[in-house]
């Protein structure tokens, strides 16, 4: 039981400056700093790797498929050895889960990750209000006023707070939440004018209330997880034809144009293990994992969230079921499930391959 304590604390400590440390090296002043955030990151786990090293309950079924699917993604490196950063991105989004796991306590660890949330982005704006940063304001090319509040991007403003507004909801699972947390995301996205985070939120409340009264739960999952395919299938031809479609293109912020630009850039072998050289940005989850680690990487991918999701129809949750959703159609626009700084991606993949496996406290 003493022990089960000490795992615990050290594991609360982890949990809350991972997070904060990464609300930090979101902004301006931090956010170009890559091998000092890998080296605070990596710092910041050690105590976790022992932990996790001296656990020896872990399912291993579970260790079977994360260690298979990082098998497959190691073959990039042989391609571009400079992919390992995005490997080491992969590893420590597993390792997340795997403390999770062993941890045993969602609920807690939403607790943590507010608060830490909560005080990074706090910390941050004192800094702007005394000086310290710069609140950076500018007009884009759509008309729109975007204010920083200090982050390197007014979006990633807006993706804390909706990190925060899913998780709070998460916790708490009732209307009153859902309602706070709205007023909230409208708020922070009339200052930063960050649209698909907003959009991603009222998608998932949305999505909470038709998962709340939906009788054929089996179709839906269904439908669902094939319409994703599709719509990936028909952003990639978009992509392609991006000249055809110049408005859309622009309404996506060029996100057309640049996966357009990254596709072209593709050898067979980068299409079958990744390791592209391009750099490039690119806002789309699966792109990403097509770019970083290939096509079977991302097949496997698909296959673990559509088993995920049947079972799912067995150990039902409207509001689980929303984020899933939500998560994996706002991830079709933004890099959501592929940083392991991101929390709501480390939720994510813990409900695909660990949660309705394993009882904990909910």
Known sequence: MKKTKIKNKILNIVFFFLT??????????????????????VFILIPSFLILFSYLKINKNLLFKFLFIISIASLSIILNFENLFNFLDLIIIFHMVLLLYIYNDLKK?????????????????ILVLFGFIENTIYIDQMGRVRNFFGFKN????????????????????????????????????YFTQSRTPFFAFILYILL????????????TFNLITTSMSIILIIYIYLSFNYQNYNSLN?????????????????????????????????DNSYILF?????????MLVFVYIYISNKNREKNY???????????????LFESLIVSP?????????????VKNKKSEKN
């Open 20 to 41: 904060f440390t990464m609300v930090l090296f979101s902004t301006e002043m931090l956010a170009d700093k890559l091998f000092l955030k890998l080296i605070i990151r």
């Open 109 to 125: 660890y939403f607790k943590i990750i507010l608060s830490s949330i909560f005080l990074s982005v706090l910390f941050i704006i």
């Open 154 to 189: 007014p979006n990633y403003f807006m993706l804390y707070t909706y990190n925060f507004s899913v998780i709070l909801t998460l916790l708490l699972k009732n209307k009153k939440s859902l309602f706070f947390s709205f007023i909230l995301m409208f708020f922070i996205y």
């Open 208 to 219: 909470v209330f038709i998962f709340s009264f939906i009788k054929n739960k089996k179709i």
């Open 250 to 282: 622009m309404l996506l912020s060029n996100r057309l144009l640049l996966i357009n630009n990254l596709l072209k850039d593709f050898s067979f072998l980068n299409l079958i293990v990744g390791g592209n050289k391009l750099s490039i940005t690119i």
């Open 290 to 298: 097509l770019k970083n680690f290939g096509i079977m990487f991302l």
């Open 317 to 331: 949750d409207a509001y689980e079921n929303a984020f899933i959703i939500s998560a994996m159609i706002f991830s």
């Open 341 to 353: 700084g991101i929390p709501v991606s480390i939720i994510f993949w813990y409900y695909i391959f």
